[in-house]
């Protein structure tokens, strides 16, 4: 059966960091390309950042650019999502998800997974 865990959420202070990690089981997870994605109250899930099943490419929402970096290590079944520079705006849960096949460049799009986390809270705030 397939699971993603999320965990490292937590709260912060504007600029600072977090690192968010989503261990996955029950699969072969280096088939899968993993993304990230995070919701705010009352608004949609969006993408963040998504990853290659290799890990040689990757994508950002413009929002994250510059200020999030995601990383794998398909040794440990486990897909990273370093956060710097952290703003309010940034407040929100986040989910991995993981989909075996499709175009990278359709990644960040909600309607290409079907395997998703439970969630970690990430709050940025003073």
């Known amino acids: 059966q397939l699971q993603l865990v999320e965990s490292g959420g937590g709260l912060v202070q504007p600029g600072g960091s977090l690192r968010l990690s989503c261990a996955a089981s029950?699969?072969?997870?280096?088939?899968?390309?993993i993304a990230w994605f995070r919701q705010a109250p009352g608004k949609e899930r969006e993408g963040v950042s998504c990853?290659?099943?290799?890990?040689?490419?990757?994508n950002y929402a413009d929002s994250v650019k510059g200020r999030f970096t995601i990383s794998r290590d398909n040794a440990k079944n486990t897909v990273y999502l370093q956060m710097n520079s952290l703003k309010p705006e940034d407040t929100a849960a986040y989910y991995c998800?993981?989909?075996?096949?499709?175009?990278?460049?359709?990644?960040?799009?909600?309607?290409?997974?079907?395997?998703w986390g439970q969630g970690t809270q990430v709050t940025v705030s003073s």
């Open positions: 029950g699969f072969t997870f280096d088939d899968y390309a």
């Open positions: 990853i290659s099943s290799s890990g040689s490419s990757t």
């Open positions: 998800a993981a989909r075996p096949i499709g175009l990278f460049r359709l990644c960040l799009l909600r309607e290409e997974y079907t395997n």
